[in-house]
DNA sequence: TCCACTATGCTTAGTGA
DNA sequence: ATCACTAAGCATAGTGG
């Protein structure tokens, strides 16, 4: 254990390079990110989705994740963005 | 200011029952999630997708927030989750 | 590789302006 | 009614096993 090592400094927001810490950075904050949507979720009694894309390495293609895993809830969720979608795409055409 | 009242205590995640307390907890934690999302897609090189149902009180009806503000990613990301629901589900139906 | 640890930085509940 | 502040609690980068 080196004391001297053990601070962060601040943490800046750009792609990271390195495809391990990468790696590991996504499954940890993908982690986080769900649990802060399932509170989110519970607290403020909201539907709440969250779609990510993971391509994780050169190696393995593009992975879907999604959350809740009620896949159901979520398809509910998309269809009622595209209804919205459409429904926004027609009232411009309209004018 | 009352030191003594300074803490918060280990929070329960639960439905918050005070309307104005909800509404205050809901636009900040939906600040933190979305900012995380962001966080999360630049770090990881990872197309991310919220969307929220947002029924804020008993007067105002059920609101919808989706982040990234361009439709048209979600739009993207709805339409391929659709696409790959139909594939799971065609691939159920052929067993 | 993947899980555990922990100091640091970040989020946010409670509060006051 | 927002908005700002701040300490407690939480998330997580770096590290070790």
Redesign the interface.
């Known amino acids: 254990m080196r004391i001297l090592e053990m601070g962060r400094g601040k943490l800046i927001?750009?792609?990271?390079m390195k495809d391990k810490v990468?790696i590991l950075?996504?499954e940890k904050?993908?982690k986080?990110?769900i649990k802060?949507?399932?509170?989110?979720s519970?607290?403020?009694?909201?539907?709440?989705?969250?779609?990510?894309?993971?391509?994780k390495s050169e190696e393995t293609p593009a992975e879907?994740e999604?959350w809740p895993p009620d896949?159901a809830k979520?398809?509910h969720?998309?269809?009622?963005?595209?209804q919205?979608?459409a429904i926004v795409r027609t009232q411009k055409e309209m004018l």
């Open positions: 927001i750009k792609f990271i990468r950075t996504y904050r993908k986080g990110l802060k949507a399932q509170e989110f519970i607290l403020c009694g909201v539907e709440t989705c969250v779609i990510l894309y993971a391509p879907l999604i896949h979520v398809m969720a998309c269809h009622r963005q595209i919205r979608e």
